[in-house]
């Protein structure tokens, strides 16, 4: 078994009695808390539009999709946004990436911690104003003074410093006394692998032995408000107990800060952030502020750690258990190539400390090479859900663990990507190679050739989840057959070092390459050259063709409106399937069939998946049908700020997140990502009219890159020289320059 925190059936938060009075002087700590919760941004600022979730006490928003949106987290844990005063009433949890504890339910699930931010108050103050800002990572709350009395506060996670968080408040007496009283009380709920350390001190202008030993008597505060800090601290360890003198270094290092000196620690981190990994549509605020929220909570999903778990809700909430699927490799991990590489790279780590599990799978299956699972938490083995409840209430079989064969070609389509987009050639070289030609290995031995020497795989489930136990289903084909091309180039461009010295061995593995590549030209993909378009599976074309139109307005739930026997003898499908092969491997689709798939396959389509709006986007705008792919991008924006499926109570969604991403750089900026030799950044800009500009941070290569994107026109800064090829074929080298060079299209 790895030795990771991720492998850790975690069990043990020890929360590590630490005395109140240790955080800083009281007087200190009273100014510190007034100077931090001064720094509030206020609106209507001139851009808090575009940087700001805002929360009502009278938004119709529910509690829980609230707690969702306002999460704070840092890429090892991460806190749901819910009141301070909340408590056992609200799902008030904290997160740690990777942390799972067996589930009779999901068979593993992410470890619920209780909340480091609840306060014990005498009365709830009310919800108030709720601001997350996204510029600084901080969430910010105020209710007005009433007949409860005023009462601010001001959260965050440390993104500079993973595990480390921070409360910062003031209010009443009434509100915050009883919370004085007991803040000397300590917590020790024990599970093995992880410990938490909370501390806190309260300052009031009333005597100390009146409120007892969690408060001090202080000239700084004034009206009878009371003033606290909180800092908490997480360790994780590999295995057991953590040790807990790292956790005692944090602490002690984070109190002598206190809490003024590590928010501006936070403001500077996530400027540090936000000048390499930023999205801004001028003439579209509201769709700013959507991907700039999609960035801030992918930043909060992993961090630099050894290796990131990143579940299909991140840090966020509970659905999914915390399990890993493709969202975490096809999604997530794209974003953060570009945004944050160490975290891209601690993400393919999971994977890699997982090949053993992966490969035990292949041969119990009879086959060889490594076959990832579906849903992955602790070791790598699969825990998929055998079986769900329907909207009826009836137990129904979930048979994507056993056939949604796809993902194992998704890790490698991730390692590659990721060295594309970083040009690390070494990672697929070294730890990431095997990743890329055991899942070749998995495909070689699992192809089925027919008498006429064509491939096969049988018996499969696509992205497309209506159509369960189809064969030869295009996008797994496609996948396939581009891995097995990618693992022959990995074994023609160099052998493995344990075998640069067996001339024998070295010869054998470049016959392997042959074989995988002509099984690759050999295997099925679906594609008919008298339409011009693919079939996605073998019989599809020859079912009963209702359309999704006559369904309702997208995204609509086919399976329940219709029937789950009704729509999978339907042409109707759940999301994209031929059409994300168009997004994942462009290069390798017959050209003229992006338009033909696109036009045959939008209709059909009910996007029943939060993935599927944003990937569709994507492609349209690559299509140039801007129209429709910004009609699709509408409903990427809207699905977990607007709670659009009903579902962003049990977090967000990390893959609709990313999505959005995907399709205003992928799609609507037209950057495409080849090899990780290919030194030249690609855009071809596709904008809709009411898009004056399209303005774009990231980085290519290991250089930071900025972009302004118009019809007509592509500028480009950057603090390190960089080639950027314009779609229309001209390529221009930038040198570092506060200058923006000016490619006029």
């Known amino acids: ?70 999460t704070v987290a840092d890429g090892l844990i991460g806190t749901r946004g819910s009141l301070e005063e909340d408590g056992p009433h609200a799902d008030a949890v904290t997160y740690v990436s990777g942390l799972y504890e067996p589930s009779e339910e999901t068979g593993q699930a992410l470890v619920a911690l209780p909340s480091w931010a609840t306060l014990d108050m005498g009365i709830s103050p009310g919800p108030g104003r ?126 002598r800060r206190g809490p003024k000196e590590l928010f501006r620690e936070q403001c500077d981190a996530w400027a540090r952030r936000w000048a390499v990994a930023d999205v801004e549509v001028v003439g579209d605020p509201e769709l700013t502020l959507a991907a700039r929220f999609a960035l801030f909570h992918l930043a909060g999903v992993a961090g630099p750690q050894s290796e990131a778990a990143v579940g299909a809700r991140g840090l966020t909430g509970p659905a999914y258990a915390g399990h890993v699927l493709w969202d975490a490799d096809v999604f997530a991990l794209p974003v953060l190539a570009a945004a944050h590489p160490p975290a891209a790279r601690a993400m393919l780590e999971y994977r890699v400390r997982r090949l053993p599990a ?22 790598g083995t699969d825990v998929t859900p055998r079986r769900g409840v329907d909207p009826t209430g009836n137990f129904v079989p979930i048979l994507t663990g056993d056939r949604e064969e796809h993902i194992t070609a998704d890790v490698a389509w991730a390692a590659w990507h990721y060295a594309s987009v970083t040009g690390d050639w070494s990672f697929l070289e070294g ?21 006429a020497g064509h491939g096969h795989i049988d018996g499969v489930i696509g992205p497309d989840e209506y159509h369960e136990d189809v064969d030869d289903n295009a996008f797994t084909n496609i996948l396939a057959a581009w891995n097995l091309r990618a693992a022959a180039e990995l074994a023609r461009r160099s052998p493995p070092p ?55 307005v997208v995204p609509v739930p086919a399976d329940i409106v219709l029937g789950r026997s009704r729509v999978a003898g339907s042409q109707i499908i759940k ?26 396959y939008l209709p059909r389509t009910a996007h029943g998946s939060s993935l599927s709006p944003a990937v569709h986007a994507a492609v349209l705008a690559r299509a140039g049908r801007l129209d429709d792919a910004v009609e699709l991008l509408e409903i990427a924006r809207r699905i977990d700020l607007e709670d659009m499926t009903g579902t962003t109570s049990g977090g967000l969604h990390t893959a609709a997140l990313a999505g959005l991403w995907h399709a205003v750089v992928f799609g609507f900026a037209g950057v495409s990502v080849g090899r990780p030799d290919d030194a030249a950044l690609v855009v071809d800009p596709r904008l809709p009219d009411h898009w004056s500009e399209l303005r774009l941070r990231t980085q290519w290569h290991g250089r930071a890159v900025q972009l302004r994107l118009r019809s007509d026109a592509v500028s480009v800064r950057c603090a390190q020289s960089v080639t950027v090829a314009i779609g229309d074929g001209t390529a221009v080298t930038v040198t570092p320059s506060e200058r923006w060079v000016t490619v006029e299209r």
């Open 130 to 255: 709720r601001l997350l800002d996204l510029r600084t990572g901080v969430l910010w709350r105020t209710v007005a003074r009433g007949e409860r009395g005023r009462f601010r506060s001001a959260r965050w996670s440390c993104l500079d410093r993973p595990g480390t968080a921070v409360l910062v408040a003031t209010g009443g007496r009434q509100l915050l006394e009883p919370m004085c009283r007991s803040t000397a009380a300590q917590r020790a709920e024990r599970h093995p692998g992880v410990a938490m350390s909370v501390v806190g001190l309260a300052d009031t202008v009333v005597d100390r032995a009146e409120l007892g030993p969690g408060a001090a008597r202080s000239s700084a505060a004034t009206g009878g408000e009371i003033s606290l800090c909180r800092i908490a601290s997480f360790a994780v360890g590999d295995g057991g107990s953590p040790d807990l003198e790292p956790l005692d270094r944090a602490q002690r290092t984070a109190r």
């Open 358 to 379: 992966a490969r035990r799978k292949a041969l119990e299956l009879g086959y060889l090479g490594a076959r990832f699972p579906w849903e992955s938490a602790v070791d």
């Open 431 to 451: 730890p990431g190679r095997e990743l890329v030609v055991d899942t070749a290995r998995y495909w070689a031995s699992r192809i089925r050739m027919d008498g």
């Open 575 to 600: 999301q994209a399937d031929v059409v994300m092969a168009h997004h994942m491997v462009p290069t390798a689709m017959p050209e003229g069939s992006l338009r033909r798939d696109v036009d045959f």
């Open 498 to 552: 344990r075998l640069a010295e067996a001339p024998m061995a070295l010869e054998e593995r470049q016959e392997e390459a042959q074989r995988w590549t002509a099984l690759a030209d050999g295997l099925v993909t679906g594609y008919d050259a008298a339409t011009g378009r693919h079939r996605q599976f073998a019989g599809y074309d020859e079912l009963e063709l209702p359309l999704v139109a006559g369904l309702g």
């Open 1 to 70: 078994m790895p030795s990771s925190r991720a492998t850790r059936s975690i069990s043990d938060v020890f929360v590590r009695p630490s005395p109140p009075a240790t955080v800083a002087g009281a007087s200190q700590t009273s100014a510190d808390v007034a100077d931090v919760l001064s720094e509030r941004p206020q609106a209507p600022a001139d851009d808090i539009e575009s940087w700001a979730v805002v929360v009502d006490a009278g938004d119709e928003m529910g509690d829980r999709v609230a707690e969702s949106i306002l």
